[in-house]
């Protein structure tokens, strides 16, 4: 089942972030790790999952976009006057 979505969906979440000082996760995407040379090592990524590409011929499977993940550790809260 699909989500019905009016594609302003970035634009709300941006403005609620605004709105309530906070973040959100991006829609579609899942936090993950690549190992890096040493055992205790790992690199964020996001991986983003596309939506299929409707063609004449059916559906074409578009694969997840990883990204490179900014945001640091989402579990440490810092103090307003930081």
Not at 21 to 34: M, V
Not at 55 to 66: A, D, F, L, S, Y
């Amino acid at each position: 089942m699909a989500l019905k979505t009016n594609g302003n969906e970035a634009d709300q979440l941006d403005q609620l972030s605004h709105d309530f000082g906070i973040q959100f996760a991006y829609p579609n995407s899942r936090k993950i790790y690549l190992s890096g040379s040493r055992p205790d090592m790992r690199v964020p990524l996001h991986e983003i999952g596309q939506d299929d590409t409707v063609t004449e011929h059916g559906r074409e499977v578009n694969p997840p976009i990883p990204v490179y993940d900014t945001s640091g550790p989402t579990a440490i809260r810092t103090p307003k006057s930081i």
